[in-house]
C-alpha cells in the first residue's frame, strides 16, 4: 500500500464524513493543509518527503463533497474551522498550524479568525479566490468561471466538464490537459508542470476531487468566488499569519495578497519574483515548512 492510499474518516458531529490523510513525519509537528480548487486531501503529497524531513506532520482532509467527504449543502467558508476542530479532538491534538494553497488559503484565514487559540501559525500559498476582493485583480477566464459557478448549476458542470473532469476520467488525455493549463502560465510553474511526478500527483489530486461528480466543485467554486464574510481586520494580531505568492503569478497576482496583507494585523507577506502559481509551494516548500516549524509551540 501506497503512503497517499491510507485514506482516514471520521463522523462529525451532524453525522457528516469527513475524509483525511497523513503525510510527512507522523511523529512531527502537526499542521493542518488545505488544498486548492480543484483538489483534494491527495494534493498534500506533493510535500510529503520534505515534510518527512522537517519533522512536520501533515494531515490534509478533503472539503465537503469532493474526495470522501460528504456533501453539505449549506457549508461557508468560515463552518470548516468547526470540523477542523472535531478532527483535532479525534486525534487528541490541542494546538497546531494550517497551511492553505490557491484556494485553500480562505479555509485558513477562516481558521485564524475562528479558532486563533488553537493555532501556533497561518500560512497561505498563492492565495485565490473572493473576486469582491481581487476585484479586477484575478484573470478574467476565473472571473468568468467563479461567477458561472454562483449562478448555474449545469453551465459550471458543462464548462468544468468539458474542460477538466473529462480529461481526468482517462489517463491518456492527461497529456492534453497539462497542454491546456500551461498556456498563459508562468515559465517556472511550466517547468514544474514538465515533471512527470509533480504533474502526477497534482492530477491524481484533482481526479479524486470528482470522485462524487460535480456538486461539491461547483458549490466550492460559489463559495471561494464570493465574499469569505472574514473580517480580517479583526483576526487576532497574536496569531503568526505568512502569506507566500509568486510575482509571476498568472491566474492570481500577488497585488491582491498584498493588499489582503496590509488588512491583516500581524501578517506578512513574502514574494518572489520569478515563481507563479504552482511553484511556490514545491520550490519553497523548505522554507515554508521551516517558517511553520519554528512558530510551533
Same mark, same amino acid.
Given at each position: 500500500?501506497?503512503? $497517499?492510499?491510507? /485514506? *482516514?474518516?471520521?463522523?462529525? %458531529?451532524?453525522?457528516?464524513?469527513?475524509?483525511?490523510?497523513?503525510?510527512?513525519? @507522523?511523529?512531527?509537528?502537526?499542521?493542518?493543509?488545505?488544498?486548492?480548487?480543484?483538489?483534494?486531501?491527495?494534493?498534500?503529497?506533493?510535500?510529503?518527503?520534505?515534510?518527512?524531513?522537517?519533522?512536520?506532520?501533515?494531515?490534509?482532509?478533503?472539503?465537503?463533497?469532493?474526495?470522501?467527504?460528504?456533501?453539505?449543502?449549506?457549508?461557508?467558508?468560515?463552518?470548516?474551522?468547526?470540523?477542523?476542530?472535531?478532527?483535532?479532538?479525534?486525534?487528541?491534538?490541542?494546538?497546531?498550524?494550517?497551511?492553505?494553497?490557491?484556494?485553500?488559503?480562505?479555509?485558513?484565514?477562516?481558521?485564524?479568525?475562528?479558532?486563533?487559540?488553537?493555532?501556533?501559525?497561518?500560512?497561505?500559498?498563492?492565495?485565490?479566490?473572493?473576486? $469582491?476582493?481581487? /476585484? *479586477?485583480?484575478?484573470?478574467? %477566464?476565473?472571473?468568468?468561471?467563479?461567477?458561472?459557478?454562483?449562478?448555474?448549476? @449545469?453551465?459550471?458542470?458543462?464548462?468544468?466538464?468539458?474542460?477538466?473532469?473529462?480529461?481526468?476520467?482517462?489517463?491518456?488525455?492527461?497529456?492534453?490537459?497539462?497542454?491546456?493549463?500551461?498556456?498563459?502560465?508562468?515559465?517556472?510553474?511550466?517547468?514544474?508542470?514538465?515533471?512527470?511526478?509533480?504533474?502526477?500527483?497534482?492530477?491524481?489530486?484533482?481526479?479524486?476531487?470528482?470522485?462524487?461528480?460535480?456538486?461539491?466543485?461547483?458549490?466550492?467554486?460559489?463559495?471561494?468566488?464570493?465574499?469569505?464574510?472574514?473580517?480580517?481586520?479583526?483576526?487576532?494580531?497574536?496569531?503568526?499569519?505568512?502569506?507566500?505568492?509568486?510575482?509571476?503569478?498568472?491566474?492570481?497576482?500577488?497585488?491582491?495578497?498584498?493588499?489582503?496583507?496590509? /488588512?491583516?494585523?500581524?501578517?506578512?507577506?513574502?514574494?518572489?519574483?520569478?515563481?507563479?502559481?504552482?511553484?511556490?509551494?514545491?520550490?519553497?516548500?523548505?522554507?515554508?515548512?521551516?517558517?511553520?516549524?519554528?512558530?510551533?509551540?
Amino acid at each position: 500500500m501506497t503512503h $497517499d492510499s491510507i /485514506k *482516514q474518516e471520521i463522523l462529525l %458531529d451532524d453525522n457528516r464524513i469527513l475524509a483525511f490523510v497523513e503525510y510527512g513525519d @507522523l511523529n512531527g509537528k502537526p499542521v493542518f493543509y488545505f488544498h486548492g480548487f480543484p483538489g483534494s486531501r491527495l494534493e498534500a503529497n506533493i510535500v510529503h518527503n520534505k515534510a518527512k524531513e522537517s519533522g512536520i506532520r501533515v494531515i490534509a482532509i478533503d472539503r465537503p463533497g469532493m474526495g470522501y467527504s460528504s456533501f453539505s449543502p449549506d457549508r461557508q467558508i468560515l463552518d470548516l474551522p468547526s470540523d477542523v476542530v472535531q478532527l483535532t479532538n479525534h486525534l487528541s491534538i490541542e494546538k497546531f498550524g494550517v497551511v492553505g494553497v490557491s484556494t485553500g488559503g480562505a479555509y485558513a484565514l477562516a481558521c485564524a479568525y475562528q479558532i486563533p487559540r488553537k493555532l501556533s501559525v497561518v500560512c497561505t500559498v498563492s492565495l485565490l479566490g473572493a473576486v $469582491d476582493f481581487h /476585484k *479586477q485583480c484575478l484573470r478574467k %477566464d476565473l472571473r468568468f468561471f467563479f461567477r458561472i459557478a454562483s449562478r448555474s448549476s @449545469l453551465l459550471f458542470k458543462s464548462i468544468f466538464w468539458y474542460k477538466r473532469s473529462r480529461f481526468l476520467r482517462d489517463p491518456r488525455l492527461c497529456e492534453k490537459l497539462c497542454r491546456s493549463i500551461k498556456k498563459g502560465m508562468a515559465l517556472k510553474d511550466n517547468e514544474l508542470l514538465e515533471d512527470e511526478v509533480f504533474k502526477n500527483k497534482v492530477f491524481a489530486s484533482q481526479s479524486e476531487a470528482c470522485r462524487q461528480g460535480l456538486r461539491g466543485l461547483k458549490y466550492e467554486g460559489k463559495l471561494v468566488g464570493k465574499s469569505w464574510n472574514i473580517p480580517f481586520n479583526k483576526i487576532s494580531s497574536k496569531v503568526n499569519i505568512f502569506l507566500w505568492h509568486g510575482e509571476a503569478d498568472t491566474l492570481s497576482p500577488v497585488s491582491a495578497t498584498k493588499e489582503l496583507a496590509a /488588512k491583516i494585523p500581524a501578517a506578512v507577506a513574502k514574494t518572489f519574483p520569478e515563481e507563479g502559481h504552482y511553484s511556490v509551494a514545491y520550490n519553497h516548500a523548505d522554507e515554508i515548512l521551516g517558517t511553520l516549524k519554528k512558530h510551533m509551540n
